[in-house]
């Protein structure tokens, strides 16, 4: 602490009395210091960046068609030097399509995460902020719930043609429920603190007080749901593309590429297994990662 | 009685909406304070003391709370007749309130200096400089050690007694003219309490304001209060000035809850205690509340409640069997 000359010729035992908290590490590097946390986050940074470079990175390009069809990738004997992970069905080649699809897949998850989560969340506030709305949104919320992603996909899907969007719109909304009732769970706990009511005693607005009380001492909880709930909505994503739903034909996409690669399973499998092993370490890196976020931001978890 | 007091009470109701239907959690209170003077507002836990309070705030959720009739009174203008507007304004502005816990009533993620501004841009403050100044004034005032610093602190920073000086600025930020402070030292250790009490009361004769202090420690009221205020069961029972009160009680309620305070100047193994426990507010007897309770009652008590009625000269009870100097404890 460097010596305040700002404050005033006051008592010696000034500094004495200024109560310091233990200095903790901060919180990134606290996250860090959970190996399996910091192995999902390098392994998500990486694959973000794979996504992010696909153009730079890819060796081919993933729409184009070759002669050498099904090739196994390099480490088998019958493998090709040009395709590091062979090719698929069409003779493209899967390490290209793998970044261009990763590209996708993530673009998806993040956009329908960040959509969903927003609304969702801000429903969920206004609906723990004003009791008298209250069980008007969370009936709306029940009835979305009961709603299945994959049969929503289908319908827009049916409205719209096949595409991204629709994916992307499926997903949001399927997630606007769950996020809402967790969000309004959390500020229902705040709302409950004193200092709510103290608040008001200020006489300060509805306004400030939803965004300076209620919002500012939920968001932490809130975007850690969230981010627990990134490994899922690409899951689902993924599941939507296997069933057709998803992006057109010559697009990459990984549940896309895994279901392409279901035909020849038997005599082929490294097309399908490839996508659907990257899936998996999305899906888990994410899910790791969330929870360690949640150990270390979460205040309630800290002793 | 002369000049209009700041706030006057009349016959305040309140309800709740319960799902046994409206419970009255306050039942025809009334009392005045003037400015400069300090009201105490005793009684036990569910007698309606702090929904007395928070109504004067304007504080109770409506629903499941309603305003059931009578009237508040702030110079002489109604509160409850007044916009959500207004009333928003008072708070903060000329009421201020200090609450029973100090260790949740801040805001965690602010610190204690962004409070406090924010309290005084909400009531017209647009200098920035301006409101920090007075923000480490108002905890200079307060009396919290090395404030020109201790304004960037937040509030997990601070002990339990130095929050209670932050919420006291707070509430006193705008130079209200009533000072609610709802159970304030409950939450502290007791010379904590001392200090605390002993700031309220200084503040209270600086800045002229009025202070309500709701409490049910009655050495509080015996060593702060002007006027007391003993309510039972939603209703007042009795009302005097302090000394009067405390030289006399007059309802055997006040006498019981007197002689259930412990003694240092008499030898008892065993503390006071009132029998029985307050009637729940479903099931209110048709007359005196304390009747099942008073060992002084007789049918006309159980058949028809009290009034509160002036026995002598500023001392209104609200007893049949009034004035009564001695129970057969």
Known sequence: MTTANAAPPAEPIEDADQVTAPARAHWFRRLLRDRAAALALVTLALIILGALFAPLLATHDPASNSRSIMTPPIWSPMGEAGHWLGTDGQGRDIYSRLLYGARLTLLIGFLAVGLGGFIGSLVGLLSAFNERIDPWIMRTMDVLLSFPAILLGLALVAVMGQGVIPVIIALSVSSIPDCARVARGIAIGVMKQEFIEAGRAVGLSNIQLFKRYLVRNAISSIMIFISLRFGQTILIGATLSFLGLGARPPAAELGMMASQGREFLLFAPHIAVIPSVVIFIIVLSANVAGDALRDVLDPRLQA | ?329
């Open chain 2, 1 to 329: 009685m002369t000049a209009t007091p700041l706030l006057d009470v009349r016959d305040l109701a309140i309800e709740f909406k319960t799902e046994g239907g409206a419970v009255r959690a306050v039942d025809g209170v009334s009392f005045s304070v003037d400015r400069g003077k300090t009201i105490g507002i005793v009684g036990e836990s569910g007698c309606g003391k702090s929904v007395t309070s928070l109504g004067i705030m304007g504080l109770i959720p409506t629903p499941p709370g309603r305003y059931a009739g009578g009237e508040v009174l702030f110079e002489g203008r109604d509160l409850l007749k007044m916009s959500a507007q207004e009333r928003r304004g008072l708070r903060g502005g000329r009421m201020g309130m200090v609450f029973q816990e100090p260790m949740t009533s801040l805001n965690p993620v602010y610190t204690i200096g962004a409070q406090i501004i924010e309290c005084l841009k909400a009531h017209g403050m647009r200098n920035a400089r301006e409101a920090r100044d007075r923000a480490v004034e108002l905890l200079d005032l307060v009396r919290l050690p090395s404030p020109s610093s201790r304004v960037d602190d937040y509030p997990h920073q601070l002990s339990g007694g130095q929050r209670q000086r932050v919420m006291i600025a707070l509430a006193l930020a705008n130079n209200p003219d009533l000072l609610i402070a709802d159970e304030p030292t409950t939450a502290l250790d007791v010379t904590i309490q001392a200090q605390i009490l002993d700031l309220m009361r200084d503040l209270s004769d600086r800045t002229g304001a009025a202070i309500m202090l709701i409490t049910h420690d009655l050495g509080v009221v015996a060593e702060t209060c002007d006027d007391v205020v003993v309510m039972y069961a939603g209703k007042v029972v009795e009302r005097a000035p302090a000394k009067d009160l405390f030289d006399g009680p007059m309802h055997p309620y006040t006498l019981g809850l007197m002689a259930a305070v412990p003694r240092l100047d008499t030898d008892a193994d065993r503390l006071e205690t009132i029998p029985g426990a307050v009637p729940p507010p479903w099931a209110m007897p048709a007359g005196c509340r304390f009747a099942s309770r008073c060992p002084l009652a007789t049918d006309q008590c159980r058949q028809s409640p009290p009034p509160l009625r002036e026995i002598a000269t500023n001392r209104l009870v609200a007893c049949w069997r009034a004035p009564i100097e001695e129970i057969a404890a």
